[in-house]
């Protein structure tokens, strides 16, 4: 019993630690987050530059990310955004017609907004759109991560998992089976880039 309380203490000193490094991640997008939050309802930041500087964090690798920046919302009011922002219409490859999302450009940054109801998490697996169902249907379990701009918190106990664990598991097998040759690449890439380990 003593041994899984000290398992757990420690697992509960590293979610703080994700969660404070977490912050600061998002301090650093203060110029984009600045200009987005006041048009947006229920803003999250997830995907590469949340996951990846987490690990750099945590881990000491020297690699900061400044790309892979992308954020989910319920809504967004294009009109409030800069007039100077340039906002393009943006639909990933090989997914249905429905999931589409914006990239815009800041002039200094770049960056992609999905709105919940159109992310291929809601559509493709038919369930209402919400972060809990983004969460559950991203296809890599290091991208089911999402800090949540209303409540100042990180949430994703697989993705956190995944990141303590340093493993990287396919999270939803939808898309393995939709493409297994190009998700098999991308794991093994994804894990090589971060040093951790695949978990089939």
């Not at 990239?103 to 992310?119: P, Y």
């Not at 303590?164 to 880039?193: P, Q, T």
Request: proline share 2%; glycine share 4%; net charge neutral.
């Amino acid at each position: 019993m003593m041994a899984k309380n000290n398992k757990q203490a420690r697992l509960d000193r590293s979610k703080l630690q994700l969660e404070e490094i977490s912050r600061e991640i998002v301090k650093s997008l203060n110029e984009i987050t600045e200009k987005l939050l006041p048009a947006s309802k229920t803003l999250y930041l997830v995907g590469g530059s949340l996951y990846r500087n987490l690990v750099r964090e945590l881990y000491g690798i020297n690699h900061q990310c400044y790309y892979d920046i992308d954020f989910l919302a319920e809504d967004v009011e294009l009109d409030k955004l800069p007039s100077n922002w340039i906002v393009e219409k943006y639909r990933p490859r090989d997914l249905a017609e429905g999931c589409i999302g914006y990239r815009i450009k800041t002039g200094k940054s770049i960056f992609d907004l999905s709105l919940l109801k159109n992310h291929a998490s809601s559509i493709m697996t038919n369930s209402s759109p919400s972060i809990g169902t983004y969460l559950r249907f991203v296809p890599l379990s290091i991208q089911s991560i999402a800090y949540d701009f209303d409540n100042k918190r990180l949430l994703g106990d697989i993705g956190i998992r995944s990141i303590l664990d340093k493993k990287i598991w396919f999270n939803n097998n939808i898309v393995l089976e939709m493409n297994r040759d190009y998700w098999i690449d991308k794991i093994n890439a994804k894990a090589s880039e971060l040093d951790f380990q695949v978990d089939f």
